[in-house]
């Protein structure tokens, strides 16, 4: 590798780049990109995405064999701007490994990080959600008065936040979604967190580093010319930024130093710093750490802007927050030095050394190196038109192939009601002790103590031998807790029997 790439390729290390382009004049696609490379030529480009959508990209990534499942592949998800189809592509293969059709068409999608989910949002400001192991429509409804416009899980997916064109953002936990539905049956959800302080229509989002909702926090941007910080903890509005232009599209550093926006039809990219520079009065200026702060950007000032000749279409950060990739409308990446703001490389997106006029840089991604991603060698060596000299990146003993993850054929178009669920996956090991102690917190009750391991740890049977018996202590603690739980449902059951008969009382004295 040539020294001219290699400031970028030490802090590029282990991460790839995966773009979207959409064009009228000719077919979009999706590439996978390495911004350390000395050649622009794609690791993999993905066939079968026409014109991907903003906010029509979304990816999991591969679980490695080291983790409790053994490993598996993962995969990136893509929607059209004029199709009700969604492609989903794994790093192993350069063609869809499924293309399904959806009930109609959407404008953004999110992946949850666990890779099981896939959310959407439409139009009319419907929000779905899909089992992708199963197919079943797990929630569908009007999340929304008008187009949900941006999607993104929670890091740890227990929650999903919602933009739309109305200028609010919702937040929705994913276990209050479950078998909820506003088409014939259930209960319709209900937001874990509304926020309506912006004016206009919501153009981007992003979640902040930690768990819901303890320390949950939600950056959004919108077209009123501001981005805010959410604080989900207390569901209070935290900083106001306030810019000259409509804002787009923002990158937030993975430290919460600072973060980048960008301006709607615009070719600036400004840098907002949320804390003093000077080392002798040094405080928080923004973001988590100044609650109620409101911040005015200068626009005019040139020490913390990036100004390019094409319009800019996508950022994001490297997963260190040392380099920003910006998408352009002519199918260029901009790799940017986050410390001088100085433009590192350029990269086309196509693989050619020009430009593409009028072929727009629709989204773009940083995530870590897939272990299972085949290069471009691979590939044609799979298809037989690579070399022998490729056998020894296609083969290896060390590390097999990790296994696809399942994906149906199919989504469902009707919510199942929860009770005719046929089963429910439920993984009991070691660490089930510590999630359901983890739920208890949640629900504000206190942790259980599980000191008998027969109570979380299965127990087998062979033909030859019989279940051995649980403990005379185990099973009076189990007898109990049985009893306790039946005790807490009679009692919800009697609350609700006492809450329908108020409220029919009520109805029924208004219409008297």
């Not at 993104?152 to 919602?162: G, H, L, R, V």
């Not at 926090?217 to 919108?222: G, N």
């Not at 949640?442 to 103590?449: A, F, K, R, W």
Request: glycine share 8%; proline share 5%.
């Amino acid at each position: 590798m040539s020294s001219k790439y290699g400031a970028i390729s030490s802090l590029f290390r282990g991460e790839v780049l995966i773009t979207s382009t959409s064009s009228v004049s000719q077919r979009g696609a999706v590439y996978v990109m390495d911004a350390a490379a000395p050649t622009q030529t794609p690791i993999v480009h993905w066939k079968g995405a026409l014109h991907v959508a903003p906010h029509g990209l979304a990816c999991v990534a591969s679980s490695t064999h080291a983790d409790h499942d053994g490993g598996s592949g993962g995969y990136c998800a893509t929607i059209d701007q004029d199709k009700a189809v969604v492609n989903l592509f794994s790093y192993q293969k350069d063609q869809p490994v499924a293309r399904i059709v959806l009930p109609q068409k959407m404008v953004c999608i999110a992946l949850a990080p666990i890779g099981n989910f896939l959310a959407a949002g439409s139009e009319d400001g419907r929000l779905y959600l899909w089992d992708l192991g199963t197919g079943a429509l797990l929630s569908c409804f009007e999340a929304h008065y008008r187009a949900v416009r941006a999607l993104e899980f929670s890091p740890d997916s227990a929650a999903i936040a919602s933009g739309s064109d109305d200028g609010r953002v919702c937040v929705w936990s994913l276990a209050g979604l479950m078998g909820k539905s506003d088409l014939g049956h259930g209960r319709v959800p209900v937001a874990y967190a509304t926020f309506s302080d912006h004016t206009l229509p919501i153009a981007d989002l992003h979640w902040a580093a930690g768990n819901f909702p303890n320390s949950a926090a939600i950056w959004t941007a919108s077209q009123d010319a501001t981005v805010k910080l959410w604080n989900l903890a207390t569901r209070r509005l935290t900083s106001t930024f306030t810019f000259a232009q409509p804002i787009a599209w923002i990158a937030i550093d993975p430290l919460e130093r600072f973060f980048f926006a960008s301006a709607q039809d615009g070719h600036d990219v400004y840098r907002v710093e949320l804390y003093s520079q000077n080392p002798a009065s040094w405080h928080a200026k923004g973001g988590r750490g100044a609650e109620g702060a409101s911040v005015t950007i200068d626009s005019n000032s040139a020490q913390n802007q990036i100004k390019l000749k094409e319009q800019v279409t996508a950022l994001t950060l490297s997963l260190a927050g040392s380099h920003l990739a910006i998408g352009t409308q002519v199918g260029q990446v901009h790799i940017v030095d986050v410390a001088t703001l100085q433009v590192a490389r350029v990269l086309n997106v196509n693989g050619t050394a020009a430009a593409s006029p009028n072929t727009p840089v629709t989204n773009v991604m940083c995530i870590l190196r897939p272990p299972d991603l085949l290069t471009a060698a691979q590939l044609g060596k799979r298809s037989g038109k690579g070399t022998a000299a490729d056998t020894d990146l296609c083969d290896s003993v060390y590390l097999p192939p990790l296994p696809i993850r399942p994906i149906v054929s199919q989504l469902a178009r009707t919510v199942r009601p929860t009770a005719e669920i046929d089963a429910v996956s439920l993984r009991i090991g070691d660490q089930a002790g510590i999630a359901l102690d983890a739920f208890a917190t949640y629900l504000g009750s206190e942790p259980t103590t599980y000191d008998d391991p027969s109570i979380i740890t299965p127990c087998y049977a062979t033909a030859d031998t019989a279940p051995s018996p649980l403990p005379s202590s185990s099973q009076s603690a189990t007898s109990a807790e049985v009893l306790r739980l039946q005790t807490e449902l009679d009692r919800a059951k009697a609350l609700n029997t006492e809450m329908w008969q108020h409220l029919v009382s009520a109805q029924v004295g208004a219409h008297r």
